[in-house]
């Protein structure tokens, strides 16, 4: 496809969405709206999660239903004219009923401020109050509330992520959904540059006490851009209480590792102004050992390795009330970060009749990365029209980063050399949204417009030893590349949502036009792609039974189907042809040929509810990848001949290698036992068939899977304890297979002066079984390789909550709902 008759079909799918976002607007008639916000009688304090509900005045049918906002406000919108009775409860407070009516001449009424009057009821000395689950299931997504979730003291986004149902993060941090780490990630809903692998702010270095919440969107709708198998949005903590209010935490670990973290939060009148700063510094140690063979050569590497990780992140942001139906939000996120790995190498070759040669070495890399993210928004609603909305948004990720690797030998077939590499990476994007809600509250139209640019440039030097010159290293033009890489990606979608009869339905159409060049050295390895995509989604969901108003209306079972199709383009550090050097034995190189892979993603859910607060979820998956994007691991046959008696040198790249197909079955059990314990189970099982059409690769098909439990005790009614425990079963690669893992973590929290400090001891992988294995079995080369890092880490913490904040109780929930990426390798 030439570039011309490309970007003409795009502007004619461009078009063609954007002009659907007005259609509907001169046909709507203005409908009915409450609003109000829930508050503690005794205490004054905002009543976040409580259920709203508005039932016809005349015969008690259910219309709508809602839960409030962590401040407190609720909002049912799009009613019909007429009367109406609201239904406030919250567990632990008196019910409260008011008669509403809503006329031509006063559509919307605002109810202020409605108080609650808390009740006495006590189980066994455990204080009984409604409040969201550590994992809970909505329609499409699951929500991770991350304060609730003791495992991530100390830790980051990607500890949190461990105890998720069908996610998987194994002993390096590598997370993965049902077999797939292509996952694109949000912070706050907007771009964060971290995804797939990109240059952005990564999970692992999101600290776990900046984020309030975790989604992860398993078949986004085409609102969602669509590259990834799935989304995960990072919901940072924001402060709405009136005043200043904020925490201090610091923690140690085991091993030298320490973090401390400053939030404050200052929220008057139209203005909230908010900081927070984190600090890491922490020292891991690790052991490798990697076995290799191909014909009757073998060699083996295996060592030792300490690692420190020291870090600084800071996050400003203003959110301010234009008007009523105005806001504005600005924040700028700089990151400075520093990771140093000294690892110590035994390097062996055997050959079959002669004797094996040893060779020790030394490997140092530092890596020094700052990261500024600049985001605005600005959002328009209508209060004559309930549900209308309008989002701006724009940004910039910026990112400059120095890695330099240096390897020392001894005397012996290989010589010691340095790599110099220097990036510099620039996302921009924008993004427009309209939301237009149907009459009568019976669905909505969502269209908009979204462009994102990516831009890399960079160096890398190597510089070889001078063996008559101890020390001194000297550049070697012929392995010394400079490269540079663009990517644009315009957007529009349309997405339809109605509801009727029980049954909610939803259709979008998203097109994406994707412009990719890159060369290296001006000219070699050069590239250049585009093409244009459309992304269909549909999803169709049923509530079944009677509704139940102390839920926010909902149903005791759900039944649901969605579909997307998404794709997974290939980054830059895949396409290039600049070659990293990872130790004396093996190097990553980029593959210009590498083109996006496409798949259709299937699910089919069902949520049952039962008596008891028992929440059981089954679904149903498949994933249909075309043009499957692998990692393959070869023997450089050059490479290897040119200094026969230094062993194998192996090269991974990336390949366009065929088809996958994964289908599987998933289910998640949570139950609150007794009033101070409450269970969380889950499993999946799937199978994984890759049909492939690279060299040194065979057909492969095997079934894998995982189980996960959480238990969650209150033996006293301000001490909270965890155990969790998981395991991971061997999964296909495309040349082999990546063996078992699983561990245990434990983690208590003890809450201090009625919630205004908390003291926090967690222990990771408590049996240290976390370890990184894979095995690789091709025709011309087979490897067993193995990490061991250090996981098993004792935390204890010590936070104290300013102003209004207070620590999370773990109290019983009343109504739970179920429940160097990039640099330097």
Known sequence: ???????????????????????????????GAVSGTLLDQASGQPLPFANVVVLRAQDSTFVSGAQTGENGTFELASLGLGSYLLKASAIGYQGFRRKVALSSTAPSVRLGTLKLIPTATQLKGVTVTGERATIENEPGKRVINVEK??????????????????????????????????????????????????????????????????????NPSAKYDAQGTAVLNVILKKQTKNGVNGQASLLGGTGDKYNASLSLNRHQGKSN??????????????????????????????????ER?????????????????QSLNLSVSPTWQHEQDLGFQRLSTERAGQPTTTQLGQQELNVDVRILENVGSYRRTWEAHKGRELTAVGGAVLVDAKVPVTQTLEAGALSGWRQQMDVQARIYFAQLDYTHPLAGNKGKLETGLKVQQQRSNGIADLFALQPDAPGQYVRDPARSLAYNFRETVPAAYANFQRGWNGWNAQAGLRTEYTNTNGDVNGGQGRFKLDYLGLFPTASISRGMGRADSTKGGAQPQQLSFSYARRLNRPNFMQQLAVPLYQDPRFYRLGNPS???????????????????????????????????????????????????????????TYRNAGTTANVGLEMTWAQPLTAWWRVQASGSLYRTQFQTNAENTVDRRALAGNVRLNQNFTPTPTLDVQLTGQYNSAILTAQGRRLAYGGIDVALRQRLWQNRAALTLRVSDVLNTQVRSSVVDSPDLTANLYTKPETRVGWLGFTWYLGASKAKAGRIEGAPKGGGGGFGG
């Open 309 to 325: 990780n020291d870090s600084h992140s800071l996050r400003l942001g203003l959110d301010y009330e234009l008007t009523p139906e």
């Open 1 to 31: 496809m030439t570039s011309s008759t490309s970007f003409s079909q795009a502007l004619k799918g461009l078009g063609f969405l954007a002009m659907l976002a007005p259609l509907t607007a001169a046909a709507q008639q203005p409908t």
């Open 594 to 652: 590498l083109r996006a892979e496409f798949s259709h993603n299937l699910e089919v859910s069902h949520q049952l509810s039962l008596p008891g607060g028992a929440e059981i979820t089954t679904t149903l998956f498949g994933r249909f990848t075309s043009n499957a994007i692998q990692r393959l691991r070869n023997v450089d046959t050059l490479a290897t001949n040119l200094n026969p008696a230094a062993g194998l040198v192996l090269v991974e």
């Open 149 to 218: 979730d003791l495992a991530s003291v100390g830790g980051m986004a990607t500890d949190v992520l461990r105890n998720v149902p069908s996610v998987a993060v194994d002993a390096n941090g590598a997370v993965s959904l049902r077999g797939s780490a292509n996952l694109t990630i949000l912070i706050d809903g907007k771009p964060s540059g971290g995804s797939n692998g990109g240059t952005g702010l990564r999970l692992d270095q999101i600290p776990a006490s900046r984020i309030s919440r975790i989604e992860v969107i398993t």
């Open 273 to 306: 102004l908010s900081a927070s700063y984190d600090r890491q510094d922490e020292h891991y140690r690790n052991r490798t050992d990697n076995r290799q063979t191909s014909g009757d050569v073998t060699t083996r590497q295996d060592g030792t390795g300490r």
